[in-house]
């Protein structure tokens, strides 16, 4: 199993360009997350989902939109890229949402 | 809403000196599950434990060991005889379990507390 993977692993952009942060894993997992991990700030739940066809926002989901056509993806966009989503970008999985979450490596984006 | 607090934001010791790492949750709900995940300086978080509301019994694994207190809503992390590769940041996590609930399926964490062990 790769377990949780995400790409990619660095990236630059420009105020009020667009993308698309990925993320899959292969654990037939229900639970997909997005978090950004900021300096002091922990990690802030941006969206999260329970199921394919199922998302709702978190604690910081300005900005960011998301959709879950499948078990499988969990994909992260950014619609206008703006200096203050300069983060780490975790992706997280877990089955049902009493077990533990697995974690994918980590976007860094840096916005300019 | 539920909320976890990390009250030490950074904690330095020297090698073989113990340390506890503070965790301090709130939640309405009557079941609940809390988490501590390791970030070491490459940066992956890695899963430490899972204790559920309903469980207050202590845990030992290794030189790791938690103290969870319902009644000060605590779940503290002791590493017994500090090493250089336990220096990452340590955070908690709080996962409400009631279907239904205005936080089912959300995993909130602390700001995390930097731990560094010097030799």
């Known amino acids: 199993n790769a377990g949780v993977t995400q790409t990619p692993k660095f990236q630059v952009l420009k105020t009020g360009q667009s993308m698309t942060l990925q993320c899959a894993q292969d654990m037939n997992h229900e639970y997909m997350s997005w978090y950004r991990q900021d300096p002091g700030m922990g990690l802030r739940l941006i969206h999260y989902?329970?199921?394919?066809?199922?998302?709702d926002q978190g604690e910081v989901p300005n900005g960011y939109n998301v959709s879950r056509s499948t078990t499988e993806d969990f994909p992260l966009r950014l619609l206008s890229a703006a200096p203050s989503q300069t983060s780490v970008y975790f992706c997280a999985s877990r089955q049902g949402q009493v077990n533990e979450q697995f974690f994918g490596p980590g976007t860094r984006l840096t916005v300019l | 809403a539920q909320k976890v607090t990390q009250a030490q934001t950074e904690i330095s010791v020297v090698e073989k000196e113990d340390v506890t790492l503070d965790c301090v949750y709130e939640?309405?709900?009557?079941?609940?599950?809390l988490f501590w995940y390791k970030q070491p300086p490459s940066g992956e978080l890695v899963f430490l434990i899972r204790?559920?509301?309903?469980?207050?019994q202590n845990e030992i694994s290794g030189r790791y060991s938690w103290n969870f207190q319902k009644s000060t809503s605590s779940f503290n992390f002791t590493i017994t005889a500090s090493q250089v590769v336990d220096s990452a940041v340590y955070f908690c996590a709080l996962s409400e379990a009631s279907a239904g609930g205005t936080s089912y399926g959300k995993l909130t964490f602390g700001q995390g507390t930097i731990l560094t062990v010097h030799p």
């Open positions: 939640t309405r709900d009557t079941t609940y599950y």
């Open positions: 204790r559920n509301s309903f469980d207050e």
């Open positions: 989902s329970v199921g394919a066809g199922i998302t």
